[in-house]
Each structure stands twice: as structure tokens, then as C-alpha cells.
């Protein structure tokens, strides 16, 4: 069963600059998750999707970031314009469902914004 | 709102040793639940073991155990025969029902060496 992809791994872009970030699920699973991971603290949640609606972003910064899943698939995080504090790991994870104990996770996407 | 605390940025153990990695939190509410996640450097974050608060019963997976103690609000992580492999960060999380959401919430880290 292939897991998680994410891409892309890295990307470094200049402040106020835009950046998008793609996601595909383990397939047949119906809730998606982005996380925002500092160095150095544990993963935050941003946005969880239940198939293409949005479940939960209340910790989602939405004057820059924003995200999207048609058709209950794969999805898109964008950040526009980028701040140095958005410096930090994306990471997506999916689940069966909502209700699912175990959330997989992609590799993550490595984000510097200078 | 839960919180989750580990108190231990790094720990270092030998290898064949026994480690135990500790995790509070903080909630009002009697359902939930707890798990551990190991993330190896530069891999994804995969699910190590969980406990239901419900459960009396402390779980065991293999060479991982974990000590729950409800009252205390205290879930720590044992890793007994510690192999190379270990190496990695270790985040305790809390997930919670009620909200509907099923929200995990992760504590900062330990980050486990583990010495030849």
C-alpha cells in the first residue's frame, strides 16, 4: 500500500513571496491533516478535511494560508505572502476516517522563508 | 483547553538498556486518548503505541510499554532491550472525542539517542 506523498520536500522562498504544498492520501482514506511543525516543538494542527470539507482550521492562520481538497482526494496548502515565522515542516496525514485511531504521515515539506 | 508537557528535550540510553520517556497533560475531561509517535530523522512520524483512558490496563507493543496513571495525568514510555534503530524523536499526543473532531494534540518532543 503506498503511504502518504507529499511534495515537495523542500523549498526555500524569500519573504512575501507565495508557496503551495501538495498532498495525497493513502488511498480510500477520507480524513486529511496539515500540520505545521516547528523546530523544535511538536506538530499543530491547521486544517482536517472529512472527504472535501473542512472539519476543523481554527488554528489555521487564514489572512495567509489556505487549503483545499477537491474532490475528497489529494490536497493543496498555500501560503501567500510567506512570513519568517511560517519557516517550519508541512506535514499531511490521513485516516480512514474522522474516528480512526492511527493517522499516517507523509514525509513532510521542508519550508525556509528568508 | 488539554495541554501536553514532556519535560525531557533529550535522553541517551545504551544500547540493550531500558529507557522511560515521560509525558503530562492536562485535560478536564474523563474520555480520551493517549500515543506516543516516533519520528526517526529525516522519516515520517509513525504511531508507536496507544492507551484508551478507559483501559486500566497498561498497553504493551513488543519492546514498548507505557506506565498510565490517570489520576496523575502522567503517560510515560518505556522502551525496554533499546536497539539502534530507536533513534529518533518521540512525541506523546492527546486525542479527544468530545469535540467531535478527534484533534490530536502533541507535546514538544524527547529527542532519544542511543549509544553503541
Known amino acids: 500500500e503506498a503511504g502518504v506523498a507529499q511534495s515537495p520536500r523542500y523549498k526555500i522562498i524569500e519573504k512575501r513571496q507565495s508557496v503551495a504544498f501538495w498532498c495525497n492520501p493513502i488511498s480510500g482514506h477520507a480524513t486529511l491533516y496539515w500540520y505545521q511543525q516547528i523546530l523544535g516543538q511538536g506538530p499543530k494542527l491547521l486544517i482536517q478535511f472529512q472527504n472535501n470539507g473542512v472539519v476543523d482550521d481554527s488554528q489555521l492562520p487564514k489572512d495567509r494560508f489556505s487549503a483545499e481538497r477537491l474532490k475528497g482526494v489529494d490536497s493543496t496548502l498555500k501560503i501567500q505572502p510567506a512570513k519568517l515565522e511560517d519557516s517550519a515542516v508541512y506535514l499531511c496525514?490521513?485516516?480512514?476516517?474522522?474516528?480512526?485511531?492511527?493517522?499516517?504521515f507523509g514525509p513532510g515539506t521542508r519550508l525556509t522563508v528568508t | 483547553a488539554q495541554t501536553v508537557t514532556q519535560s525531557q528535550p533529550e535522553m541517551s540510553v545504551q544500547e540493550a538498556e531500558t529507557v522511560t520517556l515521560s509525558c503530562t497533560y492536562d485535560t478536564s475531561e474523563s474520555d480520551y486518548y493517549l500515543f506516543w509517535y516516533k519520528q526517526p530523522p529525516s522519516r515520517q512520524m509513525i504511531l508507536v503505541i496507544r492507551q484508551e483512558a478507559y483501559k486500566q490496563q497498561n498497553a504493551t507493543e513488543n519492546r514498548f510499554s507505557v506506565n498510565f496513571q490517570k489520576a496523575a495525568k502522567s503517560f510515560s514510555l518505556k522502551i525496554s532491550d533499546s536497539q539502534l534503530g530507536d533513534a529518533a524523536m518521540y512525541f506523546c499526543a492527546y486525542r479527544s472525542p468530545s469535540s467531535g473532531t478527534y484533534k490530536y494534540i502533541f507535546g514538544t518532543g524527547t529527542r532519544l539517542k542511543v549509544l553503541a
Open positions: 496525514a490521513s485516516s480512514l476516517f474522522t474516528r480512526s485511531y492511527e493517522q499516517y
